[in-house]
């Protein structure tokens, strides 16, 4: 009986582990628009490729981005 469950949760536990699909996450939402955490990371990138910046650094630098976004959209609709 424990030999079945053995072979019953080896074969289930591939199915569960594959099951979960990652989502992109809100880190900002700014008059019902949001700022999506995959291109603050995309424009993070950007700048690690071109400077070698210590962990501070990249803090600070992600704060500055997610500032750079919520700034363009507050000008975006100020013009509309």
């Excluded at 690690?48 to 500055?64: G, I």
């Amino acid at each position: 009986m424990k030999l079945l469950k053995y072979i019953t949760c080896l074969i289930l536990l591939p199915s569960f582990l594959f099951a979960w699909e990652s989502y992109d996450r809100v880190i900002a939402t700014v008059n019902t628009r949001p700022i999506l955490e995959s291109a603050v990371e995309e424009r993070l990138y950007h700048i690690r490729r071109t400077r070698r910046l210590t962990p501070a650094q990249v803090a600070t630098e992600r704060q500055r981005i997610v500032d750079r976004y919520i700034e363009d959209i507050l000008v975006s609709e100020r013009s509309e």
